[in-house]
């Protein structure tokens, strides 16, 4: 029996992640929720009551028209749940709401390499699977600002492991919030294909996606 319908849109005006594909493989291999993978704007234009929630997956640049964002906030603030992974941080930039659902906005990233990821919150769905300390390969993504003012962080980068991080000691990389009556769940990780065969970063991904999908 299939479960909740998530509309997973990877649309991208902006750069497009190779690792596209293998996210959405890996959303459909997890089981328990029935993917519907979209890329053209009319997906956010259409009614989105009968999805769980909307999950925007490396998306980038401007990827809504106006009557999608107004669907998109409508759904939102209804109680929908929305997840972004990795690069919908670099996504309607000139969109304020989408700046205030997220809470964070891309400012940029050292190479890909390896280093490590806190554990804040041991209790999340998105998290309690984790080792208190991650070590994992990603592209360490920086923000504008942190989102800890407007969000519960799970999960934060040590600096120290790795080259190239611009936050200092406040950088979260994964965190969730409310927006309305609906739930928002952001994790920065997600770039490398490598990722999506990754059982823990799996485990964090089906959490934080189901965390969010329950508020409908």
């Not at 890996?26 to 009968?50: K, T, W």
């Not at 969000?151 to 919030?177: I, K, N």
């Amino acid at each position: 029996m299939a479960g909740p319908a998530l509309l997973v849109y990877t649309r991208t005006t902006g750069y497009r992640h190779d690792s596209i594909p293998a996210g959405i493989a890996a959303l459909r291999a997890l089981g328990g929720f029935e993917i519907h993978a979209r890329e053209d704007p009319a997906a956010i234009e259409e009614p989105l009551d009968r999805y769980a929630a909307v999950v925007f997956l490396s998306t980038s640049g401007e990827v809504l028209t106006p009557a999608g964002r107004e669907r998109l906030t409508a759904y939102v603030e209804g109680g929908g749940g929305f997840a972004g992974v990795h690069a919908a941080t670099c996504t309607e930039e000139d969109w304020p709401y989408y700046g205030e659902l997220l809470a964070a906005r891309f400012a940029g990233h050292p190479p890909v390499q390896p280093g490590r990821a806190l554990v804040e919150d041991r209790d999340h769905p998105a998290t309690r699977h984790l080792p208190p300390v991650w070590e994992t390969t990603d592209e360490w993504y920086d923000f504008s600002a942190s989102p800890r003012p407007n969000a519960h962080v799970l999960l934060s980068a040590d600096e120290s492991s790795y080259a190239g991080g611009t936050m200092g000691d406040d950088h979260p990389l994964a965190w969730c919030r409310t927006q309305g009556a609906g739930r928002v769940f952001y994790t920065a990780l997600g770039h490398p294909a490598e990722a999506y065969a990754d059982p823990l970063f799996l485990d964090h991904l089906r959490g934080g996606i189901t965390w969010a999908a329950a508020a409908r």
